[in-house]
C-alpha cells in the first residue's frame, strides 16, 4: 500500500501535470509550433522534480559520444540560477575561450553581484570541455537561440539538451528519461509519458535492485564516490549539500565513508536544491572545525580563499548495459 507520503505527493504533483498536459496540447493543436535543428537533437530529463542525476549523465553522454564516434557534441542549457546579462546571451564555451570561464568570477557564486555567474551545473562541465575539444556548451534559456549561435560558431554534429523533457520549444530526435528508483508520485508529467521514451535509464540503483531478474536487460546507473582528499580521523565529519535529493547522497557518502575510514561522528546539513551559499554560511560550517563534505555542485559555489576547508565528494558513475543505450544511438545517428 502506499504510504501516506506517496499519496500526498501524488496529490500535489496533479496541478503541474495538468498544466504541462495543456501546454502539450497547445503544441499538438499547432497553436505551438516546436523548433526544428538542422543537427540532431537528444534530449536528457525526468519528470521527478530533480534529484535523478542528469547532470553527470548528461557529462557522461557527451563524452561517450564524443569518444566513441568522433562527433563534435554540443550540450544546451539554460544554466539554471545563472547570473548573466541577457546582453551577454547565448554564451558558446568551447576549447578556444574556455580559460575565460574558468575564472572565479564566472564559476563561483558568493561574489559581488555584477560578477557573471554561469550556474553551478553548467560550471561542472567545464572541465569537460576543458578535456575534450570536441565537446562545447551553449548557454539561454532560449535554447533554440543557443543552438543557432552554436552551428554558426562551432557547427557541432550533435546536440543534447540538458534537463529537456518538459522542454517542448525545440523538437527532439531521441528523448531519454531518467527514473529515479526511490521517488515514486511527485511528478510534473502523468507516468504514462515513459510508455513514448526513446530510452529509460533507471538512476540511483544498488545491488539488490540489479540482483531481480526483471531488471536484468534494463539500463541503469550505479554512482560511487571519490574524495579530493583524505578526511581526519580524529575529527567528525559534517556532510552538507544542496540537491533536490540529498538523503541519497548522503547515504552514499556514509556507506563509502564506514567501508574505509575511521571518524568520530557523522552529521548532515540539508540546503534548498541550486542554493547560494553564503559568506556568513561558508564561515559557519568552517568554525565547526570538523572534516566538510559536499559535491562538486555545492563546491563550485564556495570562493576560493575558503575552498581549502572543504573535501568534494566527486559521483563517479557506472552504466550498467551500456551498450544498449550506446547501439541505440548508433541506429539512430552514427550507422552511417
Not at 27 to 43: E, F, T
Not at 145 to 153: G, I, N, R, S, Y
Not at 304 to 330: C, G, H, M, T, W
Request: glycine residues 2%; contains cysteine; proline residues 3%.
Amino acid at each position: 500500500m502506499p504510504s501516506l507520503k506517496a499519496k500526498f505527493k501524488k496529490i500535489i504533483s496533479i496541478p503541474y501535470q495538468v498544466m504541462h498536459e495543456l501546454h502539450k496540447f497547445l503544441y499538438r493543436s499547432g497553436l505551438l509550433k516546436a523548433k526544428k535543428l538542422q543537427v540532431p537533437v537528444i534530449s536528457i530529463g525526468n519528470i521527478s522534480f530533480g534529484g535523478t542525476g542528469k547532470t553527470p549523465f548528461t557529462i557522461y553522454l557527451a563524452e561517450r559520444l564524443s569518444e566513441i564516434f568522433n562527433k563534435k557534441i554540443c550540450i544546451l542549457t539554460r544554466a539554471y540560477k545563472s547570473r548573466i546579462p541577457k546582453s551577454s546571451l547565448p554564451i558558446i564555451i568551447n576549447s578556444n575561450n574556455i580559460k575565460q570561464f574558468l575564472d572565479s568570477e564566472y564559476v563561483q557564486g558568493v561574489r559581488e553581484t555584477e560578477h557573471v555567474f554561469i550556474g553551478d551545473e553548467a560550471t561542472l562541465m567545464l572541465e569537460l570541455i576543458q578535456k575534450n575539444s570536441m565537446i562545447s556548451m551553449a548557454i539561454d534559456s532560449n535554447r533554440y537561440a543557443a543552438a543557432e549561435k552554436a552551428l554558426q560558431m562551432i557547427n557541432p554534429n550533435l546536440f543534447i539538451l540538458d534537463d529537456a523533457q518538459q522542454h517542448l520549444k525545440l523538437e527532439k530526435d531521441f528523448r531519454i528519461i531518467l527514473i529515479n528508483i526511490n521517488e515514486s508520485g511527485y511528478y510534473r508529467e502523468f507516468p504514462a509519458i515513459l510508455d513514448s521514451a526513446d530510452c529509460l535509464i533507471y538512476s540511483k540503483v544498488d545491488n539488490h535492485w540489479l540482483l531481480q531478474e526483471e531488471n536484468k536487460n534494463k539500463i541503469a546507473i550505479v554512482y560511487n564516490i571519490k574524495l579530493s582528499k583524505e578526511i581526519d580521523k580524529n575529527k567528525s565529519v559534517t556532510a552538507f549539500a544542496g540537491l533536490a535529493d540529498p538523503d541519497y547522497f548522503f547515504k552514499l557518502l556514509e556507506d563509502n565513508l564506514k567501508n574505509q575510514y575511521f571518524y568520530k561522528k557523522f552529521n548532515t546539513i540539508k540546503f534548498p536544491d541550486h542554493h547560494g551559499y553564503s559568506i556568513d554560511e561558508i564561515e559557519a560550517l568552517v568554525s565547526l572545525e570538523e572534516n566538510l563534505i559536499c559535491t562538486a555542485k555545492d563546491f563550485v559555489k564556495i570562493p576560493s580563499e575558503y575552498q581549502k576547508f572543504f573535501i568534494v565528494a566527486k559521483l563517479e558513475l557506472k552504466i550498467i548495459n551500456e551498450d544498449i543505450l550506446i547501439n541505440k544511438l548508433k541506429d539512430q545517428f552514427f550507422d552511417n
